[in-house]
């Protein structure tokens, strides 16, 4: 493990006149020479002129295979922390890995904090980092010195006062947000109202849920304290309209996490129904389902899960089958969705899929009834449908599979419990039986009512019910899918939808 005792560290910001440097500051052609490699800095003085040759040459980010640690149970760094979450993709443009000493850093920190910390001289704590980046990202400190990193970027003339005025700024307001996304978000995975009838702050009256909490809030946190003290007419991002281009932000992260999931899926199905909202409008809403398989931590197949994503309300306006059509075709374009991917569409309610027979080599009951020569000609029939998806080798890939789960398939099973068994039994070899795993995510992805237990629609249930207590207007376009997709948007990073949000006042700023 490395020490983190302050006499490894080699620069600071604005006080640099207590840290004593113990070797010489290096020469310019070595600093190009070494290349950025926080290893190579450790107890070197960095002054602006060095800061600036570093960061001018970009965060380290070197591809893997990065080294197992045997005293963490063989664990790494690895790219993903950098371009992953568990909700989608993401680009922590300041996670970095120093390769001299198998360590993470962040690049920011390390150039601008203030208080020196393991960011600043290397991390190793594989087992816990998704914890330790996601605490990180939000701390007072990294948020001060990517505001200064940011102004760097900007190529602003570099003076301490305005440093550090926006290092102070900076988290401030980034504290604020934190508070009201919160808010919001609970707020509306919760299905309350926003507004109330007065949008305003004075003492007395009711001020609709939001201002409510915030106040409420306010009495036990300087931060929103501060903000309410501050004179009507100021920047507070309190009025309705901030709380919508809020409302817009958070409901266009969490679309964005949701897609990009889709789109990583090999195949979907799209689920459809219209239901007549308060005002007597149909609306039509569209689900896309697909299966993904969870891992452990190792990357072994634990469990197999089936996603619903709402996309949102469409109003109906012409209803024949073909317009609808239309609309979804249009839709899926709109949101970069591919189609060519989708491998079935139901219209809840009616068992539109006559697909029954199709999944039968999968279920134990006709498993345990036929001989090997009809299942290999079900596989072959299951086979051919697919073929767009589902590859030549299948039917043997399942025939050995049968046969090592055969001797199971005498006990009482389903055919939920009997894909489980598969993929986890046979997850070491999921290599050689890829087409066995596809067809599996397959059954999850097409919404059979047949081939055992049905399976119900869950998220229309719940779209349902929302359209029965308010309208499906544009503007409730994003509430609605925080509303419906309220398990993701509870668990979104605030800090990246703060940055969005930053992103929007930037633009509309110019
Ligand atoms: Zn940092």
Not at 444 to 471: M, Q, W
């Amino acid at each position: 493990m490395l020490t983190h005792d302050d006499s490894n560290i080699m620069t600071t910001v604005s006080n640099e006149k207590l840290i004593t440097p113990t070797t010489k500051e290096p020469l310019v052609s070595e600093v190009f020479k070494m290349s950025n490699d926080l290893g190579n800095f450790i107890n070197k003085k960095l002054n602006d002129t060095y800061k600036r040759l570093i960061f001018d040459m970009g965060p380290l980010k070197p591809p893997g295979p990065f080294p197992k640690d045997p005293h963490q149970g063989n664990m790494s760094f690895s790219e993903s922390y950098i371009f992953q979450t568990k909700y989608g993709p993401v680009n922590r443009f300041w996670l970095c890995y120093y390769p001299l000493l198998d360590a993470t850093y962040c690049q920011p920190c390390w150039l601008f904090s203030l208080q020196r910390s393991t960011w600043c001289t290397g991390l190793r704590d594989w087992k816990h980092l998704s914890e330790r980046i996601k605490e990180h990202g939000f701390s007072k400190n990294h948020i001060e010195a990517c505001a200064v990193y940011e102004m760097w970027q900007k190529n602003i003339n570099i003076d301490k006062d305005l440093e550090n005025q926006i290092r102070k700024e900076a988290s401030f307001w980034r504290m604020v947000l934190q508070r009201l996304f919160d808010i919001i978000i609970t707020l509306a995975t919760n299905s309350l109202a926003l507004k109330g009838h007065w949008e305003d702050l004075s003492p007395e009256g009711y001020h609709g849920n939001f201002l409510s909490v915030v106040q409420l809030v306010s009495r036990y946190d300087q931060v929103l304290n501060q903000v309410l003290e501050m004179p009507k007419g100021s920047t507070r991002y309190l009025s309705p309209t901030v709380q919508n281009e809020m409302i817009e932000c958070i409901g266009n992260t969490l679309e964005g996490h949701l897609l990009e999931n889709i789109r990583a899926s090999p195949f979907f199905a799209i689920i459809m129904d219209t239901t007549q909202d308060i005002a007597k409008v149909d609306q039509l809403s569209i689900v896309v389902r697909y299966a993904a398989i969870s891992r452990s931590e190792n990357g072994q197949p634990v469990d197999i899960k089936v996603k619903e994503v709402f996309l949102g309300f469409y109003a109906v306006t012409k209803h024949s089958a073909v317009d609808l059509v239309k609309q979804v075709i249009t839709l899926f374009s709109h949101k970069n969705l591919d189609l060519k991917k989708c491998v079935g569409q139901g219209y809840d309610g009616a068992s539109v899929m006559s697909v029954n027979k199709i999944f039968d080599f999968l279920t134990p009951k006709v498993l345990r009834s036929i001989d090997e020569r009809t299942l290999l000609q079900k596989c072959d029939q299951f086979q051919s449908k697919y073929s767009d998806v589902i590859g030549p080798n299948f039917s043997l890939q399942f025939l050995n599979v049968y046969h090592l789960t055969f001797p199971e398939l005498t006990e009482m099973c389903n055919v939920y419990q009997l894909c489980k068994d598969i993929i986890t039994k046979f997850g070491v070899m999921e290599y050689d039986i890829t087409e066995v795993f596809m067809a599996i995510l397959l059954f999850y992805t097409i919404p059979v009512t047949s081939a055992g237990a049905e399976r119900s629609f869950s998220k229309l249930k719940i779209i349902k019910n929302y359209l029965r207590n308010s309208t499906g207007q544009d503007r409730l376009k994003y509430l609605s899918l925080i509303v419906v997709e309220n398990k993701a948007a509870s668990k979104l990073d605030l800090s990246e939808v703060i940055d969005q949000f930053a992103n929007i006042k930037a633009r509309k700023r110019l």
